[in-house]
């Protein structure tokens, strides 16, 4: 791993430099590895194919694999998907932003490779800091997608990133160790009821007061 690639950042003060070096290089088209809450992730332009396809290929992720999106605000989940039910609103109203990734239907316009042609798009609002602030900053839609190879666990420390990944980012954003876990829940709100497609951080017990769940 080339430590010339490293930047230490406070994960609770993220520093502005730092992250407008980040944000740069994502709108040059170029990959960053970031934290979220529980692992790492990588950044990139979604609206940017190109850029989206090198997470792929830095992942070795099958193309019918969808990746999930982090934004700005609520209002930008209306430039990606077709429409917001009144589950999706509560669920959006109590968690975000958080461990919680809605799966939506998403409009034309969003890049195919982003949907693996499901013509659904995962959103989540991240919660922690650097993630917020990298976003914030980038001023676009960025993947969320963990910084890991297809099937195999994603990484909490910097210093378990695979090299494949790491020797091959423009930055990587170290905030230290991460809680790990399994990451968000996800939860599709293109069915009704919602339905969980993958446990995570936040339990399904506790959105049961808001909406009834299946699985």
């Not at 001023?139 to 990133?161: C, E, H, M």
């Not at 009704?192 to 017990?205: D, F, K, Y």
Request: with cysteine.
């Amino acid at each position: 791993m080339r430590s010339d690639r490293i930047r230490r950042i406070d994960p609770n003060r993220p520093e502005a430099a730092i992250i407008q070096e980040a944000a740069d290089a994502i709108a040059a088209g170029k990959v960053v590895v970031f934290p979220t809450r529980c692992l790492y992730g990588l950044g990139a332009d979604a609206f940017d194919r190109d850029a989206v396809e090198k997470v792929f290929a830095l992942k070795q992720r099958p193309e019918n694999k969808p990746v999930l999106v982090l934004i700005r605000n609520r209002q930008e989940v209306s430039r990606l998907t077709a429409g917001v039910s009144e589950a999706a609103g509560k669920l959006m109203d109590e968690i975000w932003p958080g461990d919680l990734t809605l799966v939506f239907s998403a409009r034309p316009e969003v890049p195919e490779i982003l949907t693996a042609g499901t013509g659904k798009i995962g959103i989540r609002l991240p919660g922690h800091p650097v993630a917020a602030a990298l976003v914030q900053t980038a001023g676009r839609p960025i993947t969320g997608t963990s910084a890991n190879l297809a099937g195999l666990p994603g990484a909490a420390r910097i210093q378990d990133l695979p090299d494949e990944i790491a020797d091959h980012v423009e930055l990587i954003l170290d905030a230290g160790p991460l809680k790990g876990g399994v990451g968000s829940i996800v939860v599709d709100v293109t069915v009704a009821p919602p339905r969980v497609l993958r446990e995570g951080t936040v339990p399904a017990s506790e959105l049961a007061p808001f909406l009834t769940l299946r699985y």
